[in-house]
Nanobody, 119 residues
Framework: QVQLVESGGGLVQAGDSLRLSCAVS????????MGWFRQAPGKEREFVAR????????YYADSVKGRFTISRDNAKNTVYLRMNSPRPADTAVYYC????????????WGQGTQVTVSS
């Protein structure tokens, strides 16, 4: 079981860039897949992006392709989500998540960080 702590959220203006961070404590990172999810008010939680620790392979939701970038820093045990050209529709609580790469269920979650994008 890993512990995840998000940071970097806040109020930004549309068109600005923002980078969210997820500090990971624990072990066996090489076999983990890390992900970002978000939940807007009154809406279901939705997948944003994921990255494999071992090979860096990424996958994005269609809504953020070309705008958001997920990355990881092995030395810092940190996963990032770079948000370029955020839109008001990107306003949500963003959650970091983790799972074993071979397991479908996301079993570790952070507390979330609020991102509010003004127009």
């Amino acid at each position: 079981q890993v512990q995840l702590v998000e940071s970097g959220g806040g109020l930004v203006q549309a068109g600005d860039s923002l980078r969210l961070s997820c500090a990971v404590s624990g072990r066996t990172f090489s076999s983990y897949t890390m992900g970002w999810f978000r939940q807007a008010p009154g809406k279901e939680r939705e997948f944003v992006a994921r990255i494999n620790w071992n090979d860096g392979r990424t996958y994005y939701a269609d809504s953020v392709k070309g705008r958001f970038t997920i990355s990881r820093d092995n030395a810092k045990n940190t996963v990032y989500l770079r948000m370029n050209s955020p839109r008001p529709a990107d306003t949500a609580v963003y959650y970091c998540a983790a799972r074993y790469s071979s397991i479908l269920r996301w079993d570790s979650w952070g507390q979330g960080t609020q991102v509010t994008v003004s127009s």
